[in-house]
């Protein structure tokens, strides 16, 4: 087979490194791929906005599955387009990809097929917003409605701060065009977890828990990011959370997009909130987490292909997910100053430090080769991953792993999995 896949950060050099293991595969291209993705696929410098151009490269290497990676691409229909050129292509089309383009569309989808969630109140005009905040209970969270690269979330402590917060994402337009509209929701509290999901539009199969780390400082401190490290399995998922997740969340879900007419093939990413009135969705996304990917598919035994062309085919109940029974974390070595202004062009070394070991892995998010090697270039760098026998290993190995690597200004979380210590 030659695969396609579509992106050129760290959930697609994890994908690519599950692709590669396929004996089904014999060649991988990626579009437009980052220098770690070049060592086992061939990189093509077209965008992942360039819905025709990605169509035409495809049908001339006659790819035999195209994967796409990324949420912004998924929400503006490029599976349609693929399909449209008769390519077999993994990830939801345009209109069951909106669970994570739309907050809007998923908290209304929630409500009326009774999936829990936080009571939320929807809001198009800032005057009215700022009426309704007047009278609310703090703390209270206010999200834009489109995506914002998982930073379009704020959680407002006073009424000050949301007032603040409505000006930044509907006037100012912080977000851009995702603050057209916004999700003003009850702040909720308990242990966060990520579940990655595969659909085929009517069978869901669950992959392993993960937890991921949004904010940038090491105590959940600074501003909201892409994600600053993660582990997987999260020790606070248990056997009866999963059990009432399954029943009322997973099935429910792919059960309502269906009814919707927007039957749903691909991987659904739900962010859960553990509270004390049980699990409820913080948020759907249509694609795998980054960096939950990096710690996730390391783990998976099942051959990749077989479990993406059976979502696209709607065999997946014929399928036996499949994980070890082991941990992994990822720590993310960020360039200093992100998610806000920071430097790129940095050499970087020590990466052939990762050649040969099979419990420990370098994933790339910003990198570029150069005549002078490869160099950084994005806020998020690289992900480093371990696997050890449980969580705490696994934590041990991936920090010992940060330090094999060296650039200028890196910098990265010193806590990632800490929460280990208290399961």
Same mark, same amino acid.
């Given at each position: 087979m030659k695969v396609l896949i579509v992106g050129g950060g760290g959930r697609e050099h994890a994908i690519a490194c599950a692709v590669s293991k396929s004996p089904k595969v014999e060649k991988i291209y990626c579009a437009p791929g980052n220098a770690g993705i070049a060592e086992i696929a061939e990189c093509v410098d077209i965008q992942?906005?360039?819905?025709?151009?990605?169509?035409?490269?495809?049908?001339?290497?006659?790819?035999?599955?195209?994967?796409?990676?990324?949420?912004? &691409?998924?929400?503006?229909?490029?599976?349609?387009? #693929?399909k449209g050129y008769g390519l077999k292509v993994f990830g939801p089309d345009g209109k069951a990809a909106i669970l994570e383009g739309s907050k809007a569309f998923s908290k209304d989808l929630m409500k009326k097929y009774g999936i829990p969630t936080a009571a939320y109140e929807v809001f198009d005009d800032a005057e009215k917003a700022t009426a309704y905040l007047e009278k609310a209970k703090y703390p209270i969270v206010l999200k834009a409605d489109g995506l914002a690269l998982g930073k379009g979330v704020l959680i407002c402590n006073t009424k000050e701060e949301a007032l603040d917060g409505v000006k930044e994402i509907m006037l100012d337009k912080k977000f851009g065009m995702a603050g057209n509209r916004m999700v003003i929701e009850e702040y909720m509290t308990g242990r966060e977890v990520s579940v990655l999901t595969f659909?085929?539009?009517?069978?869901?199969?669950?992959?392993?828990s993960a937890q991921d780390h949004k904010r940038a400082g090491d105590g959940d401190t600074g501003l909201n990011t892409g994600g600053m490290g993660t582990f997987s399995p999260? &020790?606070?998922?248990?056997?009866?959370?999963?059990?009432?997740?399954?029943?009322?969340?997973?099935?429910?879900?792919?059960?309502?997009?269906?009814?919707?007419?927007?039957?749903?093939?691909?991987?659904?990413?739900?962010?859960?909130?553990?509270?004390?009135?049980? &699990?409820?969705?913080?948020?759907?996304?249509?694609?795998?987490?980054?960096?939950?990917?990096?710690?996730?598919?390391?783990?998976?035994?099942?051959?990749?292909?077989?479990?993406?062309?059976?979502?696209?085919?709607?065999?997946?109940?014929?399928?036996?997910?499949?994980?070890?029974?082991?941990?992994?974390?990822?720590?993310? #070595?960020?360039?200093?100053?992100? &998610?806000?202004?920071?430097?790129?062009?940095f050499v970087?070394?020590?990466l052939e430090s990762f050649k040969d070991k099979e419990d420990c892995f370098v994933f790339h998010s910003g990198t570029k080769k150069t005549g002078k090697g490869i160099v950084t270039n994005g806020g998020r760098v690289l992900g480093v991953t371990a696997k050890g026998d449980d969580l705490k290993k696994a934590r041990s190995r991936a920090y010992e792993a940060v330090e094999w690597i060296d650039f200028e200004n890196k910098y990265y979380r010193h806590d990632i999995g800490k929460a280990i210590d208290e399961a």
């Open positions: 992942v906005m360039d819905f025709e151009e990605i169509a035409r490269f495809a049908k001339k290497i006659k790819a035999d599955l195209v994967i796409v990676g990324p949420d912004d &691409p998924l929400a503006a229909g490029i599976v349609d387009v #693929l659909c085929d539009g009517k069978t869901i199969k669950v992959m392993s999260s &020790p606070f998922y248990t056997a009866h959370i999963d059990e009432f997740c399954k029943k009322n969340i997973y099935k429910p879900t792919v059960e309502a997009m269906a009814k919707e007419g927007r039957p749903f093939k691909g991987v659904i990413f739900f962010g859960l909130m553990l509270t004390e009135d049980g &699990p409820k969705v913080l948020e759907y996304n249509a694609r795998f987490g980054d960096p939950e990917a990096q710690v996730v598919l390391p783990r998976m035994k099942n051959d990749i292909i077989d479990v993406m062309c059976a979502c696209v085919d709607g065999t997946l109940g014929k399928i036996k997910l499949e994980f070890e029974d082991n941990a992994a974390v990822c720590v993310m #070595l960020a360039s200093s100053g992100y &998610p806000g202004k920071y430097e790129r062009g970087i070394n020590g």
